[in-house]
């Protein structure tokens, strides 16, 4: 049966195909918890997660978990060398198996103490061998999908998705064609931001470059807002600026590099952003994690050369930790108490003809693909 909320309502009005004739999508898509809750299954237990570096899995039983809404989930590097993910959680009776990051000789669940290699198999179960019928086949880790893409870690609970690189198209040229050191970079560090509002509050502000300009001031005198531009493309869109611009910045170091450009950034579907910065070798992604109907943890991951960040690329880091991050969550935690508000329910996208760097375009096209993976019908045609 179809949650009625997800339908056109009286008061709505209609979210339409073209975003130059579309309202944006009704508030209660980014309070309701009955829709919060419809997202698991609809979006997130089914598409590509973002759930570390490969630096971070290296070696032979190194592993770092990850969490999508209540599915823990970890990723181990095995003795002969490949990457395997499994749900983080115990087959005897479902304590969790292991934290964070690290690297073991073999995982033992803290309990009782199941023994498990890192293709799943269990090695060794306490007193079992005093039981009839105990087949240890049956007490196999349960294993999720996993995929190395541009060096970052990708996981999919959905066993019969098509594998990333196929979903995201061209995706891996342009990171590649910003970033040609892609797999030479390692992790370094992890900033988290817990924010007041929806995940796609968090998103829908980072597809737009329309509020850089009041929002921003620092970042449009950084990055040359002429060649900046916002394209759209399947599950992806980008947004980069194609020339330098001569500033005194120590964060944007503009003489590095063999590729002009003074901005790159992407967003993949559903809930991650990839972001190059000129200069010397980076690249970081901005996570969004649904916590809370009103509430998101962000985690930006930081990939440089070896993970030591260098002086110039801390610049770039404490830009982002101290400026940029700070500026976007006052926005967002200001939109999200907007949305419950009596006086609103719907805006309109601001589209140019030429999409150009003010124009909404990209943010109409992530509301859309929420729309659709929910089942969404908010246009009477
Ligand atoms: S729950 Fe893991 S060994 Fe018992
Ligand atoms: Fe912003």
Redesign the pocket.
């Known amino acids: 049966m179809t949650y009625q909320a997800l339908n056109l309502q009286p008061g709505d009005a209609p979210f339409r195909a073209d975003p130059a004739k579309s309202y944006t999508l009704p508030a209660r898509f980014y309070h309701d918890p009955e829709i919060f809750a419809l997202e698991k299954d609809a979006i997130f237990y089914k598409s590509w997660w973002y759930a570390g570096h490969v630096s971070q899995v290296a070696e032979a039983g190194a592993f770092l978990t990850t969490r999508i809404h209540e599915q823990n989930i970890f990723v181990a590097r095995t003795r002969q060398g490949d990457l395997r993910a499994f749900y983080n959680v115990?087959p005897?009776?479902?304590?969790k198996l292991v934290e964070g990051t690290g690297r073991k000789n073999i995982i033992t669940?803290p309990?009782?103490?199941?023994a498990f290699d890192f293709d799943g198999t269990l090695k060794s179960a306490r007193n079992t061998e005093n039981m009839e019928g105990f087949n240890r086949d049956e007490f196999a880790l349960k294993p999720v999908q996993v995929e190395v893409f541009c060096g970052l870690v990708m996981v999919n609970l959905d066993p019969d998705a098509t594998s990333f690189a196929e979903q995201t198209g061209d995706l891996e040229k342009e990171i590649r064609h910003y970033m040609p050191q892609v797999d030479d970079l390692a992790f370094a560090q992890r900033d988290t931001y817990d924010v007041k509002s929806n995940w796609k509050v968090m998103i829908d502000n980072f597809l737009e470059c329309y509020h850089c300009h009041t929002a921003h001031k620092d970042f449009v005198d950084l990055v040359d807002m002429n060649s900046y531009r916002v394209r759209t493309n399947g599950l992806y869109s980008s947004q980069c600026s194609d020339a330098v611009k001569s500033t005194e910045s120590k964060a944007f170091n503009f003489e590095q590099g063999d590729v002009e450009f003074s901005y790159a950034g992407w967003f993949v579907w559903p809930n991650f952003t990839i972001w190059v910065y000129p200069g010397e070798p980076n690249l970081s992604v901005l996570q969004m994690n649904p916590a809370e109907p009103e509430r998101c943890i962000e985690y930006q991951d930081w990939f440089v050369p070896n993970g030591e960040v260098t002086p110039q690329l801390k610049d770039a880091i404490d830009y982002q930790i101290d400026v940029l991050q700070p500026e976007d969550i006052g926005l967002c935690e200001s939109v999200q108490e907007g949305l419950k508000s009596s006086g609103y329910n719907q805006g309109r996208f601001v589209v140019d003809k030429g999409r150009t760097e003010l124009s909404e375009h990209a943010v109409h096209h992530f509301q859309k693909l929420v729309a659709e993976a929910l089942g969404a019908r908010l246009d009477p045609g």
């Not at 005897?92 to 304590?95: L, M």
């Not at 309990?111 to 199941?114: I, K, Q």
């Open positions: 115990c005897h009776r479902g304590h669940c309990y009782h103490a199941w």
